[in-house]
Nanobody
Framework: QVQLVESGGRAVQAGGSLRLSCTAS????????MDWFRQGPGKEREMVAS????????YYRDSVKGRFTVSKESGRNRLYLQMNSLKPEDTAVYYC?????????WGQGTQVTVSS
């Protein structure tokens, strides 16, 4: 199955920007979507953005629309999440997730901390 490694998370002030990267390796065929999830302190895990790997269709949760952009670099098997106008409530561990063969494969996560 695919292996996923996220990078790019760090501490940033409110209003700042970050770009998260997810690199896929191993078996990368039969991936339907690649998603970004997050889990903030004391919160449930939630989907932030999703992209169909072949067609490029995207989905965003309402709270990040207009601020976050998901993109891919298929030739390098990379998924990105550009995050602008960050807010303290965006503080979370961000996970890259692939839906492959009908199953979800998770990365280890990368911490994003937004201070006010």
């Amino acid at each position: 199955q695919v292996q996923l490694v996220e990078s790019g998370g760090r501490a940033v002030q409110a209003g700042g920007s970050l770009r998260l990267s997810c690199t896929a390796s191993g078996r990368t065929d039969n991936i339907y979507t690649m998603d970004w999830f997050r889990q903030g302190p004391g919160k449930e895990r939630e989907m932030v953005a999703s992209m169909t790997w072949t067609g490029g269709s995207t989905y965003y949760r309402d709270s990040v629309k207009g601020r976050f952009t998901v993109s891919k670099e298929s030739g390098r098997n990379r998924l990105y999440l550009q995050m602008n106008s960050l807010k303290p409530e965006d503080t979370a561990v961000y996970y890259c997730v692939a839906k492959q063969d009908g199953k979800y494969v998770w990365g280890q996560g990368t911490q994003v901390t937004v201070s006010s």
